[in-house]
């Protein structure tokens, strides 16, 4: 489950975020997960406030926006975008599997802290 070794990293840049900024809470954090990142936001989410209990977010809330991942099909050249990467059929000429070439990114979007 890497989803935990993600949640620790993303715990890291918020309180080192909250400590360059003199804050003693973490109140939000909002973040951004491409569907290619094969991310899922449950097991991130729970990983995320069990790493976060006992320091300045705990309690926080984890704001997850989902981006597509973009895709094409090796066998007609479609392109297109899948929020989810679990179903990938070409919708041009029913051809499968898709290819990922991206939306592998999680970015940190805002950081409210008091």
């Known amino acids: 489950m890497h989803e ?4 620790a990293n993303l715990l890291d840049v918020v ?19 491409g569907a290619g990142s094969c991310l899922n936001p449950d097991s991130l989410a729970f ?10 977010a705990s309690g926080c809330r984890l704001e997850i926006e989902h981006l597509p991942a973009p895709v094409t099909c090796p066998a007609c050249g479609w392109e ?4 989810d ?17 991206g939306g592998r990114e999680l ?3 805002t950081i409210t802290v008091e």
């Open 4 to 7: 935990l070794a993600v949640a």
């Open 47 to 56: 990983g995320f406030e069990a790493l976060a209990a006992g320091t300045p």
């Open 85 to 101: 990467v679990a179903e990938l059929v070409c919708p041009q000429c029913e051809g499968h599997p898709l290819r990922i070439t």
């Open 15 to 33: 309180l080192k975020t909250a400590r360059e900024n003199g804050a003693t809470t973490v109140v939000t954090a909002r973040i951004r997960i």
């Open 80 to 83: 297109g975008e899948r929020l």
């Open 107 to 109: 970015t940190v979007d």
